[in-house]
């Protein structure tokens, strides 16, 4: 789809249990961080200020240049359950689900792929930290989705190039499954969308133009008095 099809580069961050891993669409570049359990344990991230701290140091050091972002999750670090019968019942045991889930903040959804209905739930400690910390490095995060919505990428266990190129090539597709809504990515972050500029490019232009008749319209009017 030419949609999907964007102008500007997208990093692809894939968020495991205790791993991180950046794909980097400009050039292919494909990086991992190891995050241990002190940090990242049991689904949340424990210390959001030691994972800032390492995120930033790591992207500075491999040279990942600022970009929006997506971010996919593993299947290990997100709850899932198929859910059947009739639609009753079904609503019915997503509620049930919701219940036994052994966080208190959660985010959740329903996906539903042809005849097959998966719930899923994850804490907001897990990842909202992680989305913060990469707003501040300047990787706005315009999607968020777990690995199981990447149509032939779902079975992968890890990123990798092939993946990448995948979720970098189909983004906008990807982020209408996003478990939170779609991000706007701000133009002060840096990692602007070149459709944005030349929005702001015309408008200045507009501006321009309006300015100048203006003063044309002046000198005119004097030039008559």
Do not use: C
């Not at 079904?90 to 052994?102: G, H, M, R, W, Y």
């Amino acid at each position: 789809m030419e949609g999907d099809v964007l102008m500007s580069p997208v990093t692809v961050v894939f968020l495991d249990k205790n791993r991180i891993q950046f794909y980097e669409s400009r050039d292919g570049t494909l990086v991992s961080l190891e995050v241990p359990e002190t940090i990242m344990r049991d689904l949340e991230i424990a210390n959001p200020t030691a994972l800032g701290e390492s995120v930033k140091t790591f992207l500075n050091q491999n040279h990942i240049s600022a970009s929006v972002s997506i971010l996919v999750f593993s299947d290990t670090v997100v709850l899932t359950r198929e859910l059947t019968g009739t639609r009753e019942e079904k609503e019915l045991e997503f509620q049930k689900f919701l219940d036994a889930v052994p966080f208190e903040n959660i985010l959740s959804r329903r996906y539903v792929f042809g005849e097959h209905d998966i719930a899923i739930a994850m804490p907001r400690a897990g990842f909202e930290p992680l989305i913060a910390i990469l707003q501040e490095a300047r990787f706005p995060v315009m999607a968020v989705v777990p690995t199981f919505t990447l149509g032939p990428m779902k079975n992968k266990r890890w990123l990798d190039a092939e993946m990448g190129k995948f979720v970098a090539g189909k983004a906008e597709t990807i982020a209408a499954e996003s478990i939170t809504p779609m991000v706007n990515v701000p133009v002060s972050t840096g990692a602007r969308s070149p459709m944005i500029v030349r929005g702001i490019s015309r408008a200045a232009i507009g501006i321009a133009v309006f300015i100048l008749l203006i003063i044309v319209l002046f000198f005119l009017v004097i030039g008559r008095i």
